[in-house]
């Protein structure tokens, strides 16, 4: 079982670009999340994705958007970006309400 | 790679001794709490979860204490190893909030041979 996978690994983009993060769950999990951790913080939640909805939203702008597919994998996608939106983004995926299984990230840098 | 928690709180131990990491946590309609292990590079790693009903829970070489009249939770690390070397978060679930995960501030353990 590979885990929870994030593509890509690094990416640094421009400001008012549009960045699309990807991510593949854990085999057997159905529940995606995404969390946005800013160097030294503890991640914040972003948004949660189950049977290709999104279930929960945390306190981010509508530049932040999500899908999740019919195999459970799922994408971030940030439009206009800003240089406060540089951080270590984590996908997380579940089969209970408790235990999230977290990927390494995908780190952005926005210049 | 990265850095994890640059500027967050650290804790010195020995190998060998035993750690204990703190948090304190504000909501009262949690209905878990759980620690997490974050090392270099890597994303957060489960260790354990208690449930809010309860006091203690206890795993492999680790046991989470919660006190709820003071709003606190506590992991100890029995016999520190050099592996435990991370920064460490407590994360808490509200009632119906499934998955939700609110992160407090972590803790960076240093352990020394």
């Known amino acids: 079982d590979a885990g929870v996978t994030q593509s890509p690994t690094h990416l640094i983009k421009t400001r008012g670009q549009q960045v699309t993060l990807r991510c593949s769950p854990k085999?057997?999990?159905?529940?995606v999340s995404w969390y946005q951790q800013a160097l030294g913080q503890g991640p914040q939640f972003i948004f949660q994705?189950?049977?290709?909805?999104?279930?929960q939203r945390g306190n981010f702008p509508d530049r932040f958007s999500g899908h999740q597919f019919p195999n459970y994998s799922s994408e971030l996608n940030v439009n206009a970006l800003l240089l406060g939106d540089s951080a270590l983004y984590l996908c997380?995926?579940?089969?209970?309400?408790?235990?999230?299984?977290f990927g390494p990230g995908t780190r952005l840098t926005v210049t | 790679g990265e850095s994890v928690g640059l500027h967050l709180p650290t804790l010195s131990v020995q190998e060998g001794d035993n750690s204990i990491i703190n948090c304190a946590y504000s909501?009262?309609?949690?209905?878990?709490f759980i620690w997490y292990k974050q090392e270099s590079g890597k994303g957060p790693q489960f260790i354990i979860d208690i449930r809010s009903n309860m006091d203690k829970r206890q795993g492999q070489r680790v046991t989470v204490l919660l006190n709820k009249t003071v709003k606190h939770l506590s992991l100890q690390i029995a016999a520190t190893q050099p592996g435990d070397s991370a920064v460490y978060f407590c994360?808490?679930?509200?009632?119906?909030?499934?998955?939700?995960?609110?992160f407090g501030a972590g803790t960076r353990l240093a352990v020394h041979p």
């Open positions: 909501n009262s309609a949690s209905d878990y």
């Open positions: 997380a995926s579940s089969s209970d309400p408790v235990h999230m299984y």
């Open positions: 994360a808490e679930i509200l009632s119906g909030g499934y998955n939700k995960l609110i």
């Open positions: 994705y189950y049977e290709e909805e999104e279930r």
């Open positions: 085999s057997g999990h159905d529940t």
